[in-house]
């Protein structure tokens, strides 16, 4: 299965426009994005840019208990962070036995829940702007977490702490990102306004971030793994000033596990067999490190370096996690300034961990 190089690793972001009905119509052309941006796993024979007519008949048979494979189609923007047990549950081909034929979708920010609540996905990995999606429409809802990522609020080393970002300049890649949600959310909480510092937008390249921040052109971002390591490398004067990861705010940087709802309710089964395979790769990349170190610098054309700081840093959150109310009432905090819409969307609307624990 093809990876991106580091270097054209994408920042996740949040859905920039609502679902509407009339993305339907559009189907066709989402499907040809498709054929250019996504791989399949090395595990799957099937098409992720086939059509749904074609990828139903693969796996429209539900849960029979037959002991036939059930093809689910996985969209991901990218490999960071808390997708460990992804890369590792490829490298040992861990869905199969869960008679499970992951067809992974490599897909871009702006079209992976619009496509997911059109049916060109299964299930997604990503930012938990699925609620501004499930809010607008679309046939999705979240059934958890897969662990929060590693997240510090990296900054040049003339910045003492947090407060000696005021009048400074941090850097996001768009104004309705994870980074940007995260900074405004935690600076608001340790007592800096949005007059206090500002924030420069790159057009919606997390990499261009992270090179600005190397050059010394911004003070501070925030940021998970693998830009961690690669930031510090470039640039030792950078130190974090804060871990945002241990922090309640840390939820804003985790990624969500998403369900079309029009599949899942027939696929119950499949999804509960696909969270038991990614809660059992996590805990076989823990009890074998350097299997999984390197799995990771191969997918992710990394430094067995970098590829190890990430894992031992990392490896500790992952895992499957039912969402709480209290941790939903801080993502929709961070949403709503973006996305005023989802202020008042109630939890049982948009998230449903039964999917994996009833």
């Known amino acids: 299965m093809s990876r991106r190089s580091l270097a054209n690793l994408r920042q996740r972001s949040r859905p920039s426009r609502r679902w509407r009905a009339a993305t339907a119509v559009s189907l066709a052309s989402a499907c040809a994005v498709f054929a250019a941006a996504c791989s399949s796993s090395s595990?799957?024979?099937?098409?992720?840019?086939?059509?749904?007519?074609?990828?139903?008949?693969?796996?429209a048979s539900g849960d029979t208990g037959s002991g036939a494979m059930t093809t689910i189609r996985l969209s991901n923007t990218l490999i960071a962070g808390d997708e460990i047990p992804l890369v590792y549950g490829d490298s040992i081909g861990i869905w199969k036995k869960?008679?499970?034929?992951?067809?992974?979708?490599?897909?871009?920010?702006?079209?992976?829940?619009?496509s997911l609540g059109a049916g060109q996905a299964d299930i997604a990995t990503g930012s938990p702007g699925s609620i501004e999606a499930a809010v607008g429409g679309a046939p999705v809802k979240i059934i958890g977490g897969i662990g929060n990522d590693v997240i510090e609020l990296l900054a040049q080393k003339n910045i003492p702490n947090v407060a000696g970002l005021k009048g400074t300049t941090l850097g996001s890649s768009a104004p309705g990102s994870v980074t940007a949600g995260i900074?405004?959310?935690?600076?608001?909480q340790q007592g800096l306004t949005p007059s206090d510092y500002k924030i420069s937008y790159f057009s919606g390249s997390f990499p261009a971030v992270i090179t600005a921040l190397e050059a010394g052109r911004i003070s501070a971002t925030s940021a998970g793994y693998?830009?961690?390591?690669?930031?510090?490398?470039?640039?030792p004067g950078l130190h974090p000033v804060a871990t945002i990861s241990s922090t309640p705010i840390g939820i804003l940087g985790g990624n969500m596990m998403t369900v079309n709802t029009n599949w899942?309710?027939?696929?119950?089964?499949?999804i509960k067999q696909f969270v038991k395979a990614w809660n059992e790769a996590t805990k076989e990349s823990k009890a074998n490190p350097q299997a999984a170190i390197a799995a990771l610098a191969k997918a992710t054309k990394t430094s067995t370096t970098i590829a190890t700081e990430w894992f031992n840093q990392q490896s500790p959150l992952d895992g499957w996690f039912p969402l709480t109310t209290d941790q939903y009432k801080i993502i929709i905090g961070s949403l709503t300034a973006q996305y005023p819409n989802v202020a008042n969307a109630q939890f049982s609307s948009v998230v449903d961990n039964s999917y994996v624990q009833g």
């Open 264 to 270: 899942a309710s027939s696929h119950g089964d499949a």
């Open 183 to 188: 900074i405004k959310t935690y600076l608001g």
């Open 98 to 114: 869960y008679g499970i034929n992951l067809v992974e979708q490599n897909v871009s920010t702006a079209i992976q829940y619009t």
């Open 43 to 59: 595990s799957s024979s099937t098409s992720a840019a086939a059509p749904a007519s074609a990828a139903a008949s693969t796996s």
């Open 226 to 235: 693998p830009y961690i390591a690669q930031a510090k490398a470039a640039n």
